[in-house]
C-alpha cells in the first residue's frame, strides 16, 4: 500500500453544524446578491461580455463559502474588484503561480510530515511517547482553515470553476489538460473543515496503524493438539498480511502445510472473532494452542531480550481492541461529515470524492465477479490440483502461480544472498528497471529519485508532492538478509515509487500530479510485482503459466472482491449504528463476514458462516480502502494487457503514469482504449480455462 490516503481522507474547514452552516450560506449569498448585480455590471463593462459567466459563476462560488468573519459586503466588493482575473494574461499568470507556489507548499509538507513519522515508520529502535505525538501531527491540517482566513480559497474559487462528479464523467473527456489541472486547482477549496478536525483524523490514523504494525503472532509458540511445534522459531509473523503469505508459501509444503495453513486460520478466526488470548500477541513469551486457546509460559526462548516481558499467563481474550480502534477510525471520520455537503458521509467521500467512481457501480464490478459462473469452475480446477476439497483458507490458493515450483525457503535463500541489505537492493534499482523495460538512462533517473529505507512494517511506498523531493522505499530486511516475502512487497512499492516519480516529475501540469485514484497506483504496483520472480532471473513465462497467471489474477480477485464487500458493509453499519460499543461492532462485523461469505463462497466452498473475510487489517486503520484491491485488480489486468500488446513495461509504464490525475475512466481510455471494467479478468480467465484444457489434452 501507499501512505498516501492521508490527503484523500483529510480536506479542507470550520465548527458550526451543518444545518446552521447552511442557512449562514444561505443568508450570506442573499446579503451578497446585490453586491454581485452590482459588480457583474461593473467588471463585465471593464473586461468584456465574455467574462460574464465566469464572472458569475465566480461570485457565487465565493458567497457559498463566505461567512460574516470573512467581512461585510464592501469587503467582498473590494475582493471581487482586486482579485477578479478579468483578462487572459492576468488569469494565466494567476494559473501558473498557483501551481507552483501550491506544489512548493504540499512538498514541504510532505517533508515534515515525512520526517516527524520517521522514527514510527522506520525500524530505528523503540518508539518513544514523545515519537507518538510526533507521529500524529499533521502539519498541513491548518493549510485549508488558513487559505479560507487569507482568502486565497476565495481567489480560487473566484477564478476557477467547481465541478461534480456527474459533470467530470459526462463533460470531462471534452476538456483541454489546462481545463483539468483548473479543476483540480478548484477542487481543493470544494470543502471548509476545521483545522482540529483534520487533527482528529491524523491521530486516529496514527493510533490505529499503530495497532496494525505491532500485531505480530510468534510463530514457533503456537502448539498444535499433541503440542507440536509446526514452525521454524523465531518467526514472526505481522497479522494480516504475513500470516495470508505464510499460508500461500505452505502450499509448496508438502508435509506439514496443510496442519500449518488450518493452524492459520484458526489464528485468524481468533483475531476476527477476539477471541484470541491478550498476551499473544506480539509476545512470545507464551505457548498457545489456538483450537483449544490454552495458553502457557513458554518452554522455548527463541526472542532476544527487546520482547515485552512476560505478564501473567492467561487467556483472557484482546478486549475488542481491534473494534475499538475501527471505531476510532470511523469517528474521526464522521467529524468532517458537517463540513462537506455534497459529500456528507466518509463513505460518499470515499467513492464520488477518492475514487471518482459512483459506489453502486464498483458494487456491481465486484459482484459481477464474485457471482461469476467461472468462479465454481476455476475452484473445481484447485480442487483438482490440490487433491483434495477446498478449505476456507483457499481463498488464498496460490498454487496457479509459477511460483509454485519454488519453496519458500529456496526463494528466501536466493533473496537473502542477492540482497542482504537495503543498501544492496536500492544499489540493484537500476537494473531491476532495466530489466523491466526502462532504458538505462531513463532507469537511472527513476533509481536517483527513491531512497530506501528499512520499514518498521511490512513495507510502504511514501510519495513526494513537489519535484526538488524524492519518493521512499520502505522495506523490511530482516538480519539474515531480505527474504523473499520481503523482496516480493519491495518490487510492489518500487512500482508504487517509479508511478510516484513519472506522474509527479513528468506530467504536464503538477496540478495533474498522480493517478485518478488509489486503485490506479495499486495497479501499476502489482505490474511490477507480477514480474518479481523474473526480476529474480527464475523464469521466462510461458503459455501456460500466462494462463496459470491469469487464474491467480481472477482467484486473488474473487477472495479480495469479497473482502471489500465486507468493508464496505461495515462502514454503513457503522452509520446507521452510531453509538455502537466495540463489542456489538465486533458481532455486526462477524455477522457481514458470514453472510458474505454465505451468499459467495459457501456455495463453492461447501462450508458456512465462516469468518475468514473480516481479517484484513487495512479495515482497521485505512479508511474503506480496501475496494481499491479489486478494482485495482481489474484495472491491473486491464493495464498488464496492454503492455502485452505494446510489448514493453517501460515505455508503456511511462506513457500511463503521465496521463495525470483524470477521472478513472477518461484515464483508462487514454491507456488502453476502453473504460475500467471486470470485462477484460473474465474474458482471460474464460481463455485461460480453455488454454489450461488444451494443454492437458
Ligand atoms: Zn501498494
Partial sequence: MTLSLMSSVAT??????????????????????????????????????????????????????????????????????????????????????????????DGHMGEIGREFRQQSDLDLGPILGFDDLFAAYDPAAHVNDDFFKNKLAFVVLLNFPLTTLEQKLQEGAKWSRRQWAETRLAQRFSKRIPAEVNLELGRAYAETSKYIAEYNIWMHHLLDEKGNRLFPPKLRLLSHWNLRDEIKADYSDVKDGLAKQRMIQQVMERIVTQTIPAVVVNNPNYDWNPYTNEVKPTTVKDFDESAPAATTASNAAEPNTRYAKLLTSYRAARKVDPYSPTAPTHIARSFNEGREIPEARIKAMLEQVLASPLVPKVARLIEARLGRQLEPFDIWYNGFRPRGAYTEAQLDEIVAKKYPTAEAYKQDIPNLLVKLGFSKERAEYLANNIVVDPARGSGHALGASMRSAKTHLRTRVEKGGMNYKGFNIAVHEMGHNVEQTLSLNDVDFTLLEGVPNTAFTEALAFVFQNHDLELLGLQKPDAQSHALKTLNDFWGTYEIAGVALVDMAVWHWMYDHPNATPAELKDATVKIARDVWNKYYAPVFGKQDVVLLGVYSHMIDSFLYLPDYPIGHMIAFQIEDQMEKAGNIGREFERMATVGSVTPDLWMQKATGAPVGAESLLAATQGALTDLAAVKK
Fill in 12 to 105: 479542507p474547514a470550520q465548527e458550526t453544524p451543518a444545518a446552521k452552516e447552511a442557512a449562514l450560506t444561505q443568508t450570506q449569498s442573499s446579503t451578497l446578491k446585490s453586491s454581485m448585480d452590482k459588480l457583474e455590471t461593473e467588471l463585465v463593462a471593464k473586461y468584456g461580455e465574455t467574462q460574464r459567466a465566469r464572472l458569475r459563476r465566480g461570485m457565487t462560488q465565493v458567497a457559498n463559502f463566505w461567512r460574516s468573519e470573512d467581512g461585510d459586503t464592501a469587503a467582498f466588493e473590494q475582493f471581487v474588484r482586486i482579485q477578479f482575473a478579468g483578462d487572459q494574461a492576468t488569469f494565466d499568470t494567476m494559473f501558473s503561480r498557483f501551481q507552483s507556489l501550491l506544489e512548493q507548499l
